[in-house]
């Protein structure tokens, strides 16, 4: 589904006051149309009892596409606006949070470095889903076309490199990288995490090129 990103806040604002007072344990918001501003709103409403959070297929961080939902589609620019992924990083790093899922928000190396830093301090958090986003800028011609070709793999590993950092001291138990356009450099960087990561007992990276040099 296409949306019209961030069209109309007046519902959405109304819904983020009532969710700061609430107790709510476990949110969804996949697939709504939720752009940076939407996404600030959020950030500063979390509730304190917050566990779970799912934000699926939303554009968080802005990244500018041209012709989306098109057999053409383009990524013309990744994490062009980070005020709102910069909020929610910044609240995730004091909250309870357990089990985060971003999975296809046209995150990109900028968007996981901010994401790496808020993962240092979420003490609770045991799972998380990154599945299809662009984590380590690997650059793609006609991205999912028959004629798809990878351009150059991993050509901005500075985001991934601060999350795999991150990751070797943290709680997690579940980790999913799936179709993320990740290679051999970016496994490198994952294998030497998962040696410390303690708790870690299942990781999905299927669909990723890891084998193959590009180009």
């Known amino acids: 589904q296409v949306h019209d990103v961030d069209k109309d806040q007046s519902g959405w604002n109304n819904l983020c006051e ?15 149309g939720m752009g940076p501003v939407a996404l600030r709103t959020l950030a500063t ?39 709102g992924f910069t909020e929610l990083c910044s609240s995730l790093k004091s909250s309870t949070v357990v089990s985060l899922s971003l999975r296809k928000c046209y995150l990109g190396p900028q968007a996981v470095d901010l994401l790496a830093d808020a993962i240092k301090l979420m003490g609770a958090l045991t799972s998380v889903v990154l599945d299809e986003n ?7 011609y006609g991205k999912g076309q028959p004629y798809e070709r990878i351009e150059q793999l991993d050509a901005d590993l500075s985001g991934f490199t601060e999350l795999c950092s991150s990751l070797k001291s ?8 799936r179709k993320c356009y990740l ?33």
């Open 45 to 83: 409403s979390l509730p304190g009892a917050l566990t779970s959070v799912v934000l699926d297929e939303n554009e968080l961080s802005g990244t500018k596409i041209f012709g989306k939902g098109e057999s053409y589609e383009e990524i013309e620019e990744l994490d062009a606006d980070l005020s």
């Open 134 to 140: 662009e984590l380590t800028g690997t650059k793609i």
């Open 18 to 32: 009532q969710l700061k007072v609430s107790s709510i344990t476990s949110f969804t918001a996949a697939d709504i």
């Open 170 to 177: 943290s709680t997690i138990v579940s980790l999913s990288l």
């Open 183 to 215: 290679g051999p450099h970016a496994l490198d960087l994952l294998a030497d995490a998962i040696k410390l990561i303690a708790a870690v007992d299942a990781i999905a990276i299927g669909g990723n090129p890891i084998t193959s040099a590009g180009g």
